[in-house]
Structures are given as structure tokens and as C-alpha cells.
């Protein structure tokens, strides 16, 4: 069975190792430039002592065409899901070769344990070498921007493409086996993974582990350090509780201003903030802090991986039972 996978995809795998090479290349002589530029930086801020105003100095490491190409590695974990996975078993029914398959010496399950698994590991290598070489490219970038956390950085980065690959491949196969339909396969491995791939990033990841609120003087700017992932932020009164505007509904730094300190809000420089603080009101921030970046990347992959694993049982479930 080894051998007729490998006989079977050997094409499709000598083009993805290509295509593969080809993104390293560029990455390897771009990320290189980011890197030079990164560290001259480095050491001209460090003898002006202007390093902490780095970030905002407008410094560019790449070109907006190779950000878009990083970006765009987003969907490589995808792709064999949709173009091997999806194929894998609803092919197989289509064309009627199962019946040839199943009917031998080889079992289904052992047929798809060994074609299934060959895939999987061919998946989260591919998106797994991807990531290194993406991550290794992201690094002068992350540390200027401080933005590892961020929906495509943290999704493309680390280990989590690893996850959502093998997550992709089970989908394709699953899907394949229900259905017995390549087109309606891709489908539905392609709404199911960007569907979680979705939720993952703009609600699910939020709540991992449970956030740190961090309360400040409304006339003091605090930022959390490091590359943090935002959850919320404003300004709360002596209860603990968001103000209510009042009469006349004033509105400053996006949060409403209580009836008490609305007379503050006339004239050509409103500022409440005074009145605010006399008052109880104080500043806030909900984040998820840096250092749980690998933390987080670790419960992700953890999460795709056990869905993989349930899509997988009931792949070899429905196979189990269906009649060649």
C-alpha cells in the first residue's frame, strides 16, 4: 500500500516540494534583507538611545508584495486537504476502483490507515516546513510591529499550521467518505475549514486561558508589553461597571462621559478626565499577555488535532459499514 500511495501522489508531492523550494528561496534573500535592516536599526537607535520609539518611527523591513506572499501562506494547510484529502476515498467511489481495492488481501481499515496516514504526515510536513521558514522570515517583524498574536501572524507562524493540516486532510477524507462526491467533498472542506478557521481566530483563541485586566490612571497610557493579544479596553467607574452617558449622550475617547462630568465636555479643549478621576473613573485593559504565546499555540494544535482524530474514527466507522 506504501508503495501504490506513493505511485499514486508522487506527482503532486514533487510539485508541492517545488513550489516549496521556490517560496524558501525568495523568503531566505527577503528575509535576509529584513534582517540587515533590522539589526542597522538596532544599532543606530541604540547609540541615539531612540530604540522604544522604533516601532513608530515608520521603519519599513519588506516590500507590501512579500508581506502579501507571507500572508497568502495562510492557505497552505488547505491545500492538501482539499486536493489529496478530498479526493482520497471519493475518488476511489467514483470511479469504482474500490471495489477492486476493498476485495483483496488488504483490508479497508489497513487500506485506509496506510493511505490516510501517509497523507497526514505529508500534509503536516508540508505546512510544518512552511511555517519554520514563514517564522524565521516573521522574526525582525514581529519584533518591530509587536504583532506574533495577531490573525495572520500567530495563524502562519509556529506550530498551529502543523494543526490545521492534518485537521484539512481528515476533513477532505471524511467528507469524501460521506459524501462519495469529490466536488461536494471540496466543498464542504473548504466551508468547514475556514468556517473554524474563522471562529478560531476572532472568538475561540480569545478565551484559552482566562485574560489579564490591568487597571490605570485615566491620564497615564498603559500598553501591555510585548506582542499581546487585545481583548478589550476603556475606562469603568467606582462600581466596576462602564459609564453611562448622559443627558446630553457625550462621547470622548470612544467611551460615553457620565452626567457628572458632562459640563467639562463644552469649550474648544473638552477634558473630563479631571472630573473623571475625582469621581472613581480609571482606565482598563483585557489582554492575553506575550508570554503565552507558545501556550496558546500548543492548546490550538491540540484542538485541530483531536478534531482530526474524531474525523478520522468516524471515517474508518463509515467504511467499516458500507458495502463495497
Avoid at 138 to 156: E, K, M, T
Avoid at 183 to 192: K, R, S
Avoid at 213 to 222: G, H, M, W
Avoid at 232 to 242: E, K, L, M
Wanted: aromatic share 12%.
Amino acid at each position: 500500500m506504501t508503495w501504490v500511495t506513493w505511485r499514486q501522489y508522487r506527482y503532486q508531492g514533487a510539485l508541492a516540494a517545488a513550489l516549496f523550494a521556490a517560496l524558501a528561496v525568495v523568503l531566505l534573500f527577503t528575509g535576509l534583507h529584513a534582517a540587515h535592516v533590522w539589526h542597522s536599526a538596532l544599532t543606530g537607535c541604540a547609540k541615539n538611545g531612540t530604540c522604544a520609539s522604533l516601532a513608530g518611527s515608520g521603519l519599513s523591513l519588506s516590500s507590501p508584495a512579500f508581506l502579501t506572499l507571507v500572508v497568502a501562506t495562510s492557505a497552505v494547510p488547505l491545500l492538501p486537504g482539499l486536493f489529496w484529502g478530498a479526493p482520497m476515498v471519493a475518488g476511489e467511489l467514483e470511479a469504482g476502483t474500490h471495489q477492486f481495492a476493498w476485495t483483496q488481501s488488504i483490508t479497508r481499515r489497513r487500506w485506509l490507515a496506510v493511505r490516510a496516514g501517509w497523507l497526514l504526515l505529508a500534509a503536516a510536513v508540508l505546512a510544518g516546513a512552511v511555517s519554520a521558514v514563514v517564522t524565521w522570515w516573521s522574526g525582525p517583524d514581529n519584533a518591530l510591529n509587536a504583532d506574533a498574536f495577531q490573525v495572520n501572524r500567530f495563524d502562519i507562524t509556529g506550530i498551529v499550521p502543523a494543526g490545521y493540516a492534518v485537521f484539512a486532510m481528515a476533513l477532505g477524507i471524511c467528507a469524501g467518505a460521506l459524501l462519495r462526491r469529490t466536488l461536494p467533498a471540496l466543498a464542504v472542506t473548504l466551508a468547514g475549514f475556514t468556517g473554524l478557521r474563522a471562529l478560531t481566530a476572532l472568538w475561540l483563541r480569545l478565551h484559552y486561558m482566562t485574560p489579564v485586566t490591568v487597571y490605570y490612571k485615566l491620564t497615564a497610557i498603559f500598553t501591555p508589553a510585548g506582542s499581546y493579544l487585545g481583548i478589550s479596553q476603556g475606562w469603568v467607574g467606582p462600581n466596576g461597571q462602564p459609564p453611562v452617558a448622559g443627558p446630553g449622550n457625550y462621547g470622548f475617547g470612544g467611551e460615553p462621559v457620565p452626567a457628572v462630568c458632562e459640563k467639562f465636555m463644552s469649550g474648544l479643549k473638552p477634558n473630563p478626565l479631571p472630573c473623571l478621576m475625582a469621581h472613581g473613573y480609571r482606565g482598563y485593559v483585557t489582554y492575553q499577555p506575550a508570554s503565552r504565546f507558545w501556550a496558546f499555540q500548543g492548546i490550538e494544535t491540540g484542538i485541530f488535532v483531536v478534531l482530526a482524530a474524531i474525523l478520522l474514527a468516524v471515517t474508518f466507522w463509515v467504511l467499516k459499514r458500507r458495502d463495497a
